[in-house]
């Protein structure tokens, strides 16, 4: 299998590619600025508003898999019209499709979020978020939308390293006491995005199916029927030793109080 990861040289995006190789997979990767440093992948440069470059590289790759875990941050041009750009050309080629997607879709006006709540952002990067989904879902109606959360691992992200120095006193600053998140391992969220949906009748879903990742344990999932009959499936209820042991650090230096502002835990 040929797999494109579109933000390669992110956070998630190296991760992905790992373990994509691991697998014995063959791996393209793009990257806005400069690639990243591993040597396991075919690099291309990308900018996703530009939509020749974009089928020129789909064009040489060939891919039967495209991930897409680039970060646009608020940034309408990449964040919403770059993944519908990337859905349209995917379906062109008749390429599988997961678009990575945030938990700030939501307010965080509930206490609990699933599968079968609609977005209500209040941030521009929500917003930019929830249109993608939407308008991924439109032109690619068989593509997965997995929506995740602060991730972390390996002391690598910049979630972590906030948290840490804040912890230690070597950074001067101060957290939101009324959002509480769930993050997750970025070695977790990758290993539920790659071929543990084969079990479900292929790599990926085969009808549009909305993950929530917070709490990556894949080993186990549950399913819910939405009123308009899409069948959403959510990874399991449990989280890893290793997401766990980041989380007792997060809630030292984050304390939980009666208001929430963000949430994405079952």
Not at 79 to 102: F, Y
Not at 136 to 162: C, D, F, K
Request: proline content about 5%.
């Amino acid at each position: 299998m040929t797999a494109l990861i579109i933000g390669g040289s992110g956070f998630l995006g190296n991760e992905l590619i790992r373990q994509a190789r691991a697998a014995g997979h063959t791996t393209a990767a793009t990257y806005a600025t400069r690639p990243g440093d591993t040597s396991q992948a075919e690099w291309y440069a990308l900018d996703l508003r530009d939509a020749g470059r974009l089928d020129a590289v789909m064009a040489e790759v060939r891919p039967h898999l495209v991930v897409d875990a680039s970060s646009g941050k608020a940034d309408w041009a990449t964040t919403t019209e770059g993944p519908v750009r990337i859905a349209m050309a995917a379906a062109k080629c008749g390429s599988r499709l997961v678009q990575v997607s945030s938990d700030a879709v939501f307010s965080g006006a509930r206490v609990h979020y699933d599968e079968t709540c609609l977005p209500d952002p209040i941030t521009p990067y929500g917003a930019a978020k929830a249109a993608a989904e939407t308008g991924v879902l439109v032109v690619h109606p068989e593509a997965v939308v997995a929506r995740t959360s602060l991730i972390i691992g390996y002391g690598r992200s910049v979630h972590e390293r906030l948290v840490h120095e804040l912890a230690a006193g070597t950074h001067n600053g101060a957290l939101f006491t009324d959002d509480i998140r769930c993050p997750v391992h970025v070695a977790d969220l990758a290993a539920a995005l790659w071929p543990r949906s084969r079990r479900r009748g292929g790599y990926w879903c085969p009808s549009p199916r909305w993950w929530r990742c917070s709490r990556a344990g894949p080993a186990r999932g549950w399913a819910a029927r939405t009123p308009c009959g899409r069948r959403l499936w959510s990874l399991g209820r449990t989280s890893s030793a290793r997401t766990r042991s980041v989380r007792r650090t997060w809630t030292t230096v984050h304390p939980r109080s009666t208001r929430v502002r963000s949430t994405n835990c079952a």
